[in-house]
C-alpha cells in the first residue's frame, strides 16, 4: 500500500463527507469505530473483510485456518483499542463447488478462538457465489472511555514500543498468530501510554498513521526485533519494516513509561524501537549513528 493509494483518497474523502453526516465526535480511522454509550463507558465496534488470494490461499490454507484468521484480525483491532471484546457477528460468501465440510471447519474455526477470548458469535449472513471465498467479521467490545486508546495522540518525545518480533508473516504467523488483547487491557490502564495501532500494513505505515501534523519518527535499527524465520534473510530488517500483517501492538508512551511497569510477564515481549520528534518523516539510525529516511510504503491488501 502506498500512502497516496486510492483506498487513502477514499478515507480522506469519506472522513469529511462523515463528518456532515453524524454526531460522533471520534470520526473515521482508528482501529475501531467508538460509540459513547454511557459517561464512563464506551462500546467498540471493528468490521474486516478477507477475500481467498488476497488475505488468504485456500489452495494451501485449511478451512479452520482461515476462519481463526478472520476473527483474529478483529480481535486485533479490539486490543488495538486496549478494550474487551464481547459479540461478533460473521457473514460468509462461499464459493459454489464448496460442500457442507469445508464451511463447517470454517466456523469451527471461527469458532475456536472467538471461544478462547470470550466472544459470542451472535449472527450474520450467508451466500453464495462463483467467485473467491470473502469472510466479514463485525466485532463489538467494550472499555471505559478514559482507558480507550486512539492513533492520534502520541506526543513529541514519546518513546516508541512494539509487542514482538516483525517481519516474515507469509510465512505462517498470519494464519496462526494470538490477538494481543491481554497485553492491548494491561496497556490500557497506564495513563503513561498515549497512541496505539495494530501492524497491519507494516511497521513504517503503521507508525505514520500515529503521527499527528508536523511529527515525525525515528527507528533504531538495531533495536527492531525480528521473527526467528527471517533472520537469516539479507533483508531481515526491511521485511521488519514493511512485511506487514504482523498484528503486534504498535504504541507510543511517555519517557516515565517502562515495560517493568506491566504486572504480568507481557513485559518480556515488549520492544522499545525509537522515538517520536518534531521532524516530519520517519528515518532509521543505525549502528553507526547514520540516519536514513525510509519511503512511506507497506503490504498492498
Given at each position: 500500500?502506498?500512502?497516496?493509494?486510492?483506498?487513502?483518497?477514499?478515507?480522506?474523502?469519506?472522513?469529511?463527507?462523515?463528518?456532515?453526516?453524524?454526531?460522533?465526535?471520534?470520526?473515521?480511522?482508528?482501529?475501531?469505530?467508538?460509540?459513547?454509550?454511557?459517561?464512563?463507558?464506551?462500546?467498540?465496534?471493528?468490521?474486516?473483510?478477507?477475500?481467498?488470494?488476497?488475505?488468504?490461499?485456500?489452495?494451501?490454507?485449511?478451512?479452520?485456518?482461515?476462519?481463526?484468521?478472520?476473527?483474529?484480525?478483529?480481535?486485533?483491532?479490539?486490543?488495538?483499542?486496549?478494550?474487551?471484546?464481547?459479540?461478533?457477528?460473521?457473514?460468509?460468501?462461499?464459493?459454489?463447488?464448496?460442500?457442507?465440510?469445508?464451511?463447517?471447519?470454517?466456523?469451527?474455526?471461527?469458532?475456536?478462538?472467538?471461544?478462547?477470548?470470550?466472544?459470542?458469535?451472535?449472527?450474520?449472513?450467508?451466500?453464495?457465489?462463483?467467485?473467491?471465498?470473502?469472510?466479514?467479521?463485525?466485532?463489538?467490545?467494550?472499555?471505559?472511555?478514559?482507558?480507550?486508546?486512539?492513533?492520534?495522540?502520541?506526543?513529541?518525545?514519546?518513546?516508541?514500543?512494539?509487542?514482538?518480533?516483525?517481519?516474515?508473516?507469509?510465512?505462517?504467523?498470519?494464519?496462526?498468530?494470538?490477538?494481543?488483547?491481554?497485553?492491548?487491557?494491561?496497556?490500557?490502564?497506564?495513563?503513561?501510554?498515549?497512541?496505539?495501532?495494530?501492524?497491519?500494513?507494516?511497521?513504517?505505515?503503521?507508525?505514520?498513521?500515529?503521527?499527528?501534523?508536523?511529527?515525525?519518527?525515528?527507528?533504531?535499527?538495531?533495536?527492531?526485533?525480528?521473527?526467528?524465520?527471517?533472520?537469516?534473510d539479507p533483508n531481515a530488517l526491511t521485511r521488519a519494516l514493511y512485511d506487514g500483517e504482523d498484528f503486534e501492538l504498535l504504541f507510543t508512551a511517555s519517557p516515565q513509561f517502562t515495560p517493568a511497569d506491566l504486572t504480568s510477564n507481557n513485559h518480556r515481549d515488549i520492544y522499545k524501537l525509537g522515538v517520536i520528534r518534531n521532524e516530519e518523516g520517519i528515518s532509521l539510525e543505525d549502528s553507526n549513528a547514520n540516519i536514513t529516511k525510509l519511503t512511506l510504503h507497506?503490504?498492498?491488501?
Amino acid at each position: 500500500m502506498v500512502i497516496n493509494s486510492m483506498e487513502q483518497q477514499f478515507l480522506t474523502w469519506l472522513d469529511t463527507r462523515l463528518a456532515q453526516q453524524t454526531q460522533d465526535e471520534t470520526g473515521i480511522g482508528d482501529d475501531c469505530a467508538v460509540m459513547h454509550s454511557l459517561p464512563k463507558s464506551s462500546h467498540v465496534i471493528s468490521t474486516d473483510i478477507i477475500v481467498d488470494q488476497v488475505h488468504f490461499d485456500v489452495s494451501r490454507h485449511s478451512p479452520h485456518m482461515v476462519g481463526r484468521k478472520a476473527i483474529a484480525v478483529n480481535l486485533s483491532d479490539i486490543a488495538a483499542m486496549g478494550a474487551s471484546p464481547d459479540y461478533a457477528v460473521v457473514s460468509l460468501v462461499i464459493p459454489m463447488h464448496w460442500n457442507l465440510t469445508q464451511v463447517q471447519e470454517l466456523y469451527e474455526g471461527l469458532l475456536q478462538l472467538a471461544t478462547e477470548f470470550n466472544t459470542d458469535i451472535i449472527g450474520g449472513d450467508f451466500n453464495r457465489h462463483e467467485g473467491p471465498l470473502t469472510i466479514s467479521v463485525t466485532i463489538m467490545g467494550h472499555q471505559t472511555s478514559d482507558g480507550l486508546k486512539y492513533r492520534n495522540t502520541a506526543i513529541v518525545g514519546d518513546d516508541i514500543y512494539v509487542t514482538g518480533p516483525l517481519g516474515g508473516s507469509i510465512l505462517g504467523h498470519h494464519l496462526l498468530f494470538t490477538p494481543r488483547i491481554e497485553i492491548g487491557l494491561e496497556l490500557s490502564l497506564h495513563n503513561s501510554v498515549r497512541a496505539m495501532t495494530d501492524i497491519t500494513d507494516g511497521l513504517v505505515i503503521d507508525l505514520h498513521s500515529l503521527l499527528n501534523a508536523h511529527q515525525g519518527a525515528l527507528l533504531y535499527a538495531d533495536s527492531i526485533p525480528l521473527r526467528s524465520e527471517i533472520k537469516a534473510d539479507p533483508n531481515a530488517l526491511t521485511r521488519a519494516l514493511y512485511d506487514g500483517e504482523d498484528f503486534e501492538l504498535l504504541f507510543t508512551a511517555s519517557p516515565q513509561f517502562t515495560p517493568a511497569d506491566l504486572t504480568s510477564n507481557n513485559h518480556r515481549d515488549i520492544y522499545k524501537l525509537g522515538v517520536i520528534r518534531n521532524e516530519e518523516g520517519i528515518s532509521l539510525e543505525d549502528s553507526n549513528a547514520n540516519i536514513t529516511k525510509l519511503t512511506l510504503h507497506g503490504y498492498e491488501h
